[in-house]
């Protein structure tokens, strides 16, 4: 068929490269009429590629458009108010409609022809609904804070201009419990309901609870689905299609579900909302906690952001009152927060060359949990046995011949390994460097505590949970269900292990060396600590109150440090406020507002001078661009990675500074050859 005699234009969002300056949807000719939001597959250059039609008038074509190739016409169209959210998220992050949509839908559907599809969605329909009804789960009484929390959040969803509700609540306070019944009742009125949680692994256990909770009111298949990376991508597409038929009702993902194409949605609630991996690290830097509010906002429903340390940001919208504050300071099942003990490590005895990680009194007090039966976690924020190997005779240290960093002696399998690019090398038996055979490990990750740990305290059972140990499927479940089961003494881990985990038995939490992140040039590095610590602190006293209190150890150098000091108290909302003042008086977020510019290049020269350039472009009197510098990690895997910091007072003025720069930046790319790699980052949590 010739080109130009079909009778419709339409406009399609496709993910067209950057470089080539198609950021807007493209036009394409169509024999009918296409509904904005519906699926196609259209040309592009040589290849053919998944395209949302987009919604706005098409402009009279001047020349001869081509064919959208193919229309998922099986599939309903997406909605107006997911294309407004892409589009949102598109301008605010400074990528293009087609880029993100792409980015966001199941990978699956751009592999599948519309015949594939329509066959899945058969497939889809067949499932049918188990047999035996389920019976009524039990749900506990909810205890008085909790009760206002769900009735404040029922007042917000009837209401015609919902406020979004930050619901602070200590460790344990039973969030969970107050997202139930608040989920409860928005599926009671027939809405959807989308749950945010930050970890892949946390949602195999919050899954659970949904379903038991569920399986009556939602006893259909694909009722309750998940939405995660951990998927396969047949899965992935069976559970977000569920989700866009309006099948699934209560959908529990992480940030890429904030996404999800949900007709009837009622009610989103952001779990752990102070979280970094809400955050985006890569493409389309967004972040899934700020477009939920947006989501909610548009579409006037509420929003429940929870944490026991909520993030700055989202405090001081509650001190400003855009946000509503839901106080919960009360653990439901009645134990007590640990008491924290900062243990002062000058008060120890320097004995040369020995580190001291597991201090004897750290010891004692495990051992005594251990005489009593009790659990302990320690954590160590370091995975490896060791971060550097070391060579006494020549200094030879295990660098990275392409990052600029140390590589890690991990002894299980006996290797180096870069943590930024992966680089892996059996560990030498000498010094590369001048073949001394007495090479050692410096310092400690929690491979070399869990073995210092089983040798300090023989007969009891160590397990160690981080990205090495559950590597393969099932481990990590196989590793808490141990846990919570009781066949655990001491739980030695990472970060991983401290959040979100609902552990009955623990009973004293240690954090043997948090003192790194006290004097980061991140000015974000201290609110992560302490959340970090809270959360692990949290951990403890989960289950009825014991004999002896529940305890968490902090060893540090820096007890008087003021961050220690309100953790010792647990007061988050004095330690909030210091910083909030801190932050105002140096103009940082959210009293003003970011944006990075990265650039990657062979040399740092070449990165810089893309950068340097690139700020010549921002003639703005009220818009600050700072001198460029390298990434905390310059160099990854023989690539210099440099950044430039850009602030603006108002977020609407750096928004407007960005749109118009980026076009800018496409053309200025093409003058720096050298550079690889550009992005922008709006926002951005780490600098
Ligand atoms: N009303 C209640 N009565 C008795 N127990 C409750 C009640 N609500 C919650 N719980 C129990 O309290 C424990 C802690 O609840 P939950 O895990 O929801 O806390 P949380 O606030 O999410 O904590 P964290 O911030 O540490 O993740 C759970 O074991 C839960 O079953
Ligand atoms: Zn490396």
Redesign the pocket.
């Known amino acids: 068929m010739a080109e130009s005699q079909l009778p419709e234009t339409v406009r399609v969002a496709v993910d067209a490269p950057q470089h080539s300056g198609l950021t807007a949807p493209l036009d394409y000719a169509s024999e009918q009429a296409l509904a904005p939001g519906s699926l196609v597959r259209v040309p592009l250059g040589r290849r053919e590629l998944l395209g949302v039609v987009w919604p706005g008038e098409a402009a009279a074509p001047d020349v001869a458009l081509r064919p959208v190739a193919a229309v998922f016409d099986a599939l309903p169209p997406l909605g107006q108010d997911w294309c407004r959210l892409l589009e949102f998220a598109a301008g605010y992050y400074q990528r293009s409609v087609g880029e993100l949509s792409s980015a966001v839908l199941p990978p699956q559907l751009r592999e599948l022809s519309p015949d594939q599809l329509a066959a899945r969605l058969r497939k889809l329909e067949r499932k049918a609904a188990k047999s035996a009804a389920p019976t009524e789960p039990a749900r ?4 008085g804070e ?1 009760a206002e929390a769900v009735a404040r959040i029922e007042a917000q969803r009837a209401s015609a201009v919902p406020k979004p509700l930050l619901l602070f ?11 139930l019944r608040a989920a409860e009742a928005a599926l009671a009125a027939g809405r959807q309901v989308l749950v945010l949680v930050p970890e892949i692994n946390l949602t195999p256990q919050l899954e659970a609870r949904f379903t038991e909770r569920f399986a009556a009111l939602l006893p259909e298949p694909l009722a309750i689905v998940s939405l995660h990376s951990a998927l396969t991508p047949a899965q992935r597409l069976q559970n977000w299609l569920a989700a866009h038929l309006g099948r699934a009702r209560l959908v529990l993902g992480t940030r890429l579900a904030v996404f999800a194409s949900l007709p009837d949605l009622g009610l989103i609630v952001v ?2 909302e102070h979280d970094p991996s809400y955050k985006q690290q890569d493409g389309a830097r967004y972040s899934a906690r700020d477009l939920a509010v947006w989501r909610a906002h548009d579409l006037k429903v509420p929003v429940v952001l ?3 340390t909520p993030s700055l940001e989202s405090w001081q919208h509650a001190e400003s009152g855009r946000y509503e504050r839901l106080t ?1 300071k009360l ?4 134990g007590d927060l640990p008491r924290v003990r900062l243990f002062d490590m000058k008060s120890l005895a320097a004995t040369p060359g020995v580190t001291t990680a597991l201090t004897a009194p750290l010891l004692g007090a495990l051992r005594e949990r251990l005489d009593r039966g009790e659990q302990s976690l320690v954590f160590l924020n370091r995975r490896g046995y060791a971060p550097v190997l070391h060579c006494g005779e020549c200094q030879w240290k295990s660098d990275c011949p392409h990052c600029s960093a140390w590589r890690v002696f991990h002894k299980r399998d006996r290797t180096l390994r870069c943590h930024h690019c992966g680089f892996t090398e059996r560990v030498p038996s000498a010094c590369p460097n001048c073949g001394n055979h007495d090479i050692a490990p410096i310092g400690r990750g929690t491979e070399r505590l869990e073995e210092q740990l089983a040798e300090a305290l023989p007969g009891a059972r160590v397990l160690r949970i981080d990205a090495d140990s559950t590597r393969r499927k099932g481990e990590l479940e196989a590793q808490l269900k141990a846990v919570h089961d009781g066949d655990v003494d001491i739980l030695v881990g990472t970060q991983m292990i401290t ?4 552990f ?1 038995r623990i009973r004293f939490v240690a954090a043997v060396n948090p003192d790194g992140a006290l004097f980061s040039s991140d000015f974000r590095a201290p609110e992560r600590l302490f959340a970090l610590l809270m ?1 692990a602190g ?2 403890a006293g ?2 009825a109150s014991g004999e002896h209190p529940a305890e968490m150890w902090v060893q540090t150098w820096h007890r008087d440090h003021a961050l220690y000091q309100a953790l010792a108290r647990h007061d988050y909302v004095r330690f909030a406020t210091d910083q909030l003042a801190e932050r105002r008086s140096a103009s940082l977020p959210p009293f003003s507002h970011l944006a990075l510019l990265r650039a990657e290049a062979r040399t740092a020269e070449a990165a810089q001078a893309f950068l340097a350039a690139a700020a010549e472009l921002v003639q703005d009197a009220e818009v600050l661009v700072y001198p460029p510098v390298p990434h905390a990690v310059a160099r990854v895997a023989d690539v210099e990675r440099m950044q430039m910091l850009v602030e603006a007072g108002q977020r609407a003025r750096l928004q407007a500074r960005l749109r118009a720069w980026m076009p800018a930046l496409i053309a200025l790319k093409k003058e720096h050859k050298a550079v690889l790699r550009w992005a922008v980052d709006v926002d951005p949590l780490a600098i």
């Open positions: 506990p009484v909810l205890n909790q609540g200590v460790t344990g306070s039973g969030k969970t419990e107050v997202y779990d752990e929870g944490s026991a919960m653990r439901a099942a009645g959040k979100g985990h609902d009955q959360q949290g951990r989960r289950g």
